[in-house]
């Protein structure tokens, strides 16, 4: 265990070093994503089965989570002095809209992992998935202590 959880730690570093070229990069995103495998799988204790049915059901999940997050960051980019008041009120409703998709989705996968996995282990994954960014904020922020403001939810 104290192994797994030194490799995972060495590979936050490397995914957290700066990059020069894209293929780097995506070599990093590569060893950040093994690594957060690594680490749900031995937190949530996966059996080789369940790892089987498992892992398809989350990456799923995970794509569809990485579609909305991309969206509401698109979203947030627009400078609010440009734009009119409507647009202002689209923009908000929109984000509305896709924090209420983002929910649905967490219900809908919350049931779809329990047919997978223990309850026990469902939960378990929600609090490991909010850990593993939690460490890998703090990495990339350098200060092994602190993450940045409002960043510990």
């Known amino acids: 265990?104290?192994?797994?959880?030194?490799?995972?730690?060495?590979l936050l570093l490397l995914a957290a070093?700066?990059?020069?070229?894209?293929?780097?990069?995506?070599?990093?995103l590569s060893q950040l994503e093994n690594a957060k495998i690594a680490y749900l799988t031995e937190k949530?204790?996966?059996?080789?089965?369940?790892a089987q049915k498992?892992?398809?059901?989350y990456n799923e999940f995970a794509g569809k989570r990485r579609d909305l997050n991309r969206r509401m960051r698109?979203?947030?980019?627009?400078?609010?002095?440009?734009?009119?008041?409507?647009?202002?009120?689209?923009?908000l409703t929109q984000a509305l809209t896709l924090r209420q998709s983002e929910v649905n989705l967490?219900?809908?996968?919350?049931?779809?992992?329990?047919?997978?996995?223990?309850i026990r282990q469902v939960g378990k994954l929600f609090?490991?998935?909010?850990?593993?960014?939690?460490?890998v904020l703090k990495r990339v922020t350098g200060r092994p202590g602190a993450l940045p403001a409002g960043a510990d939810d």
Not at 1 to 10: D, E, G, I, S, V
Not at 17 to 28: D, K, L, N, V
Not at 44 to 50: A, E, G, H, K, R
Not at 109 to 117: C, G, P
């Open 54 to 57: 498992f892992w398809p059901v």
């Open 17 to 28: 070093g700066p990059g020069t070229a894209a293929a780097q990069g995506g070599r990093r």
């Open 74 to 91: 698109q979203l947030r980019i627009s400078d609010t002095e440009s734009l009119s008041d409507q647009q202002i009120r689209d923009n």
């Open 44 to 50: 949530i204790s996966l059996t080789q089965d369940q």
């Open 106 to 118: 967490e219900k809908e996968y919350f049931e779809r992992f329990q047919k997978v996995l223990s």
């Open 127 to 135: 609090q490991a998935e909010r850990e593993f960014t939690k460490e």
């Open 1 to 10: 265990m104290k192994y797994l959880l030194r490799t995972l730690l060495a």
